[in-house]
């Protein structure tokens, strides 16, 4: 299977972001100013927020200098704000290696913090405030404390319009050299509801089966997705058929959008129904809670899943 392409069709640059004008141009009058604020990212999900962030940290340090003057933090990952403050403070400390005079740290899913963690986080953002700047990307605008909020510039990420949407479905239709219909497009753009991650997904599961895309590939990949699926994807694998396997686990994430751990818990629960050698089950349920811990920590989803496959695949 060829790389997903909401990684592949991440916006790089400015230009490449659909929609969000009014934003891209204040942000970009910020930059040119040397003088970026802190900035909340409210608002949709799959309508450019993380994207926007990386987009600002490659304008400002280039691809080269991004690793050591950017820092990204998933907040909504278990881990306590202690270990946030921690690596923020870390990273902090470090000197910029560019000759931009701060750092930027993104907190992606601010809003999964508690309160008290964002207590924690608006004295750690005045403790560092002259050396880095952050960028909180969150859904839920009103989750986030009055004291943050007001330190930030904020900007609101709506739902994508259908003008934007369509911009992007002809990009990748010319790129990736498909054929889709009119009423397929239509709909496209109707089921994702201005999400661009989820149109993006949509249109590649609908064109891994066919390079014409039509409403009958749209309605069959609709179809396809069905948890029940994890069955046959773990069938495959017994069956040492991996690549089959492994297509069935990367449409469940990208079409249906199951995070690694929903797909991990659904095989867990099929692993515990098999009819199996005992033995056999109790070293996939092994592997199974290692690859959980791994999830859990951070680990590449894809590479775990296909990991767990191959491992059940060679069991047999
Ligand atoms: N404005 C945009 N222009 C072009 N592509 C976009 C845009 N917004 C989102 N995308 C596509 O959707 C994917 C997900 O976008 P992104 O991660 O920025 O969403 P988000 O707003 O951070 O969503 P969430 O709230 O779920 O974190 C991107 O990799 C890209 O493929
Ligand atoms: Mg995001």
Known sequence: MEQIW?????????????????????????????????LLFAGSPGTGKTTTALVIARELYGENSLKGNFFELNASDDRGIDVIRNQIK??????????????????????SLTKEAQQALRRTMERF?????????????SKIIDPIQSRCVIF?????????????????????????????????IKSSQGDLRRLVNTLQAASSIKKEVDMEIINEIMDYVDPTEVGDMIKYAQAGEFFKARDVMIKLRVVKGLTGLEILKEIYKRVLEMDIDPKTKVKFVDRIATVEFRLVEG??????????????????
């Open 299 to 316: 680990s590449d989803e894809e590479l775990q899943l296909e990991a767990l496959l191959a491992m059940m695949a060679l069991l047999n």
């Open 156 to 188: 609101k990420f709506k739902p994508l319009k259908e003008q934007s949407l369509r911009l992007l479905i002809d990009k990748i239709e010319k790129e990736e050299k498909l054929k889709i219909k009119e009423d397929a497009k239509e709909f496209l």
């Open 129 to 141: 405030s002259s050396s880095c700047r952050f960028i909180l990307a969150c859904n839920e605008m």
């Open 6 to 38: 909401v990684d592949k069709y991440r916006p790089k640059k400015f230009s490449d972001i659909v929609g969000q004008e009014y934003f891209v141009k204040r942000i970009k009058s910020f930059l040119e100013s040397k003088n970026l604020p802190h």
């Open 90 to 111: 870390e990273f902090a400390k470090l000197k910029s290696l560019a000759d931009v005079p701060y750092k930027i740290i993104c907190l992606d899913e601010a809003d």
